[in-house]
């Protein structure tokens, strides 16, 4: 079989999820490798808006993917179909077929995803539909795959289903500025400070991992699979 073109997907349950968890990742792989993300889920159908407001949030929200991407020169977007905390109503396989879906197409090498244990049952769900998709066939072309964090998703779980505890982590000196600004046109998701997803309290996460692996800013991951 001829080597495979080095690729990387980002698999995530909803938008925001990839520019919190690995979005200086996202810019600094860009540089050297194509980065697609694959959305689960729609965003914003939780919120139980009217219908007018409903719309508006959504062409709002697919308005701040598209410019959140293009800062992190992400090369390829594709939307969610699934209910916003309504993943758990449906059968697993259908989440599972999207990612191998996009697996067939892009045949990426290497995945970044949810943590098994947040209390978001959509990031959970999406990492069991992201490991089965990967299931270690001769066919399959993921030789990695790492979890990240999302703040108020793994931190407010207190590791009641899964500890959190990272072993790889990224320097993102280079490309925090990217992540906080790709992080900015999605101000209708974050929170005002001390919310775990304000602004200061992600650029703090980034600066507090650079300094427990000695840079000055890091994200931090759990290997999930690794084949050197």
């Known amino acids: 079989m001829s080597e495979l073109r080095e690729s990387i997907l980002i698999v995530a349950a909803h938008p925001d999820d990839e520019a919190l968890g690995c979005g200086g990742t996202i810019a600094k792989l860009s540089r050297m490798h194509p980065?697609?993300?694959?959305?689960?889920?729609?965003?914003?159908?939780?919120?139980?808006?009217p219908l007018a407001e409903h719309r508006m949030a959504v062409k709002k929200l697919?308005?701040?993917?598209?410019?959140?991407?293009?800062?992190?020169?992400?090369?390829?977007?594709?939307?969610?179909?699934?209910?916003d905390n309504a993943?758990?109503?449906?059968?697993?396989?259908?989440?599972?077929?999207?990612?191998?879906?996009?697996?067939?197409?892009?045949r990426p090498?290497?995945?970044?995803?949810?943590?098994a244990g947040d209390l978001n049952i959509d990031h959970r769900l999406t990492f069991q539909a992201?490991?089965?998709?990967?299931?270690?066939?001769?066919t399959c072309s993921v030789r990695n795959i790492y979890s990240f964090e999302v703040p108020s998703a793994t931190d407010w779980?207190?590791?009641?289903?899964?500890?959190?505890n990272?072993?790889?982590?990224?320097?993102?000196?280079?490309?925090?500025?990217?992540?906080?600004?790709?992080?900015?046109?999605?101000k209708d998701e974050l929170r005002p400070f001390p919310h775990p997803r304000s602004l200061e309290a992600i650029h703090a996460r980034a600066t507090w991992w650079g300094g427990i692996v000695?840079?000055?800013?890091?994200?931090?991951?759990?290997?999930?699979?690794?084949?050197?």
């Open 214 to 228: 000695g840079t000055s800013a890091a994200e931090a991951f759990m290997v999930i699979r690794e084949l050197a």
């Open 157 to 164: 779980a207190f590791q009641q289903f899964q500890s959190w």
């Open 87 to 106: 993943f758990d109503s449906g059968p697993l396989l259908e989440l599972v077929r999207e990612v191998e879906q996009c697996i067939a197409q892009y």
């Open 109 to 115: 090498t290497t995945i970044y995803t949810h943590h």
């Open 62 to 83: 697919a308005q701040a993917t598209r410019a959140s991407a293009e800062v992190l020169a992400i090369t390829t977007v594709f939307p969610g179909q699934f209910d």
């Open 130 to 138: 992201g490991l089965t998709a990967c299931r270690p066939m001769v």
């Open 35 to 49: 980065v697609h993300v694959k959305f689960m889920g729609r965003g914003v159908g939780a919120r139980n808006l």
């Open 166 to 186: 990272p072993t790889r982590f990224v320097d993102i000196t280079e490309t925090l500025i990217q992540k906080m600004d790709a992080l900015e046109f999605y």
